[in-house]
């Protein structure tokens, strides 16, 4: 096992100060492959003539590719902390960052599903703040691992996990999809009865950062995902309006409104179905102002547009897109226009 360089014992020495390990020491055996810089990403982590770090990373892209099997950001949430007890760990917990405090989304234990299910459920009550002196924070602003002992007994772990996990050490690493951290993955070895290692440092801050990159990933496909869905309904809708209009009669229009020759045009029936109900159809949701927003929206006009468009401000156009999509129920502005014009078809049908 290669001893540590200079670089690394600089960055050792960093995670002296923050969790009171003897200076220069490391707990367990060496790390097979260099410590995480501050600010830095994990990359070609293992040294040639390292075949133990080389099996760790190989396991953490087995576990990375079962998780891409994944496609909603809620499910990979679920399964996270079990697959990183399959690093080796006992125990795991991933967390996301909400603004000043971190919110515990999962714990999972390997051996005890049962005191799991309590951790969990202290951990929906715990007032988890983000306070200056805590690991979290420093690993939010360092944006680096971090390997905590003696966790019963430090003053900089919150005191209800610590209580309620009963953790004697852990490792802990932010998770930094586009180098913002949005959350944490923590770990302990509590059945095994030992102390953690800068070893499991190296795997932990390892799998998460390809971890992030997943979740990136994740996100993504699901917005796709959702944004297939709604241009699909929205095609139908589109389709279904067009043959309506193809299939229409051409009658006299007994207003005079239509065509210089005083017919209908098919265009003039097929402008009339994207109508919004007018304010005595009992399917009327929105206000005036919300329908003029949604018929832009349906032409494709953009906030900048649609605020020319109407002069108000962008900020204004944001706010009625916002309540639009609240009340039809809508994920997105395609969706929203989608509902909006099943619903003007129903009504002129």
Not at 257 to 278: K, N, Q
């Amino acid at each position: 096992m290669k001893s540590l360089t200079a670089p690394d014992e600089r960055v050792l020495n960093t995670y002296d100060t923050i969790e009171g390990w003897p200076t220069g020491s490391v707990p367990g055996p060496a790390p097979f492959f260099p410590v995480a810089v501050p600010r830095q990403r994990v990359s070609s982590p293992i040294p040639d003539d390292e075949p133990q770090g080389w099996a760790a990373v190989a396991r953490v892209q087995r576990i990375i590719g079962d998780l891409r099997e994944i496609r909603t950001i809620s499910q990979l949430v679920a399964a996270t902390p079990a697959a990183v007890c399959r690093l080796g760990f006992d125990r795991a917990m991933v967390s996301r960052v909400d603004e000043s405090s971190w919110v515990v989304e999962k714990f999972h234990s390997t051996s005890d599903p049962v005191w799991a299910a309590e951790i969990n459920a202290v951990a929906a009550t715990a007032s988890l703040r983000l306070a200056p002196t805590l690991f979290e924070t420093d690993m939010i602003r360092r944006r680096a691992p971090v390997l905590v002992l003696k966790a019963q007994d430090n003053d900089r772990v919150n005191q209800d996990l610590a209580n309620v996990t009963m953790s004697r050490s852990y490792v802990a690493a932010p998770i930094m999809p586009d180098g913002q951290v949005i959350g944490f993955l923590h770990a302990d070895r509590y059945d095994q009865g030992v102390d953690v290692s800068a070893a499991d440092l190296q795997t932990l801050a390892y799998f998460t950062d390809q971890f992030g990159q997943l979740v990136a990933r994740t996100l993504l496909l699901e917005r796709l995902d959702s944004l297939g869905s709604s241009v699909s309904q929205l095609t139908e809708a589109l389709n279904g309006t067009v043959a309506d209009c193809r299939q229409a009669p051409i009658a006299m229009s007994p207003s005079g409104v239509g065509s210089s020759s005083g017919l209908t045009s098919p265009l003039a029936a097929f402008s009339s179905s994207f109508r919004a109900p007018g304010p005595a159809s009992p399917d009327t949701v929105l206000t005036s102002r919300e329908l003029e927003v949604l018929r832009h929206m349906a032409a494709g006009d953009t906030n900048s547009r649609i605020a020319s468009r109407l002069v108000i401000s962008e900020g204004t156009v944001k706010s009625h897109v916002k309540h639009i999509l609240r009340k039809l129920g809508a994920a997105n502005r395609a969706e929203a226009v989608c509902r909006w014009l099943q619903k003007s078809q129903a009504t002129v049908a």
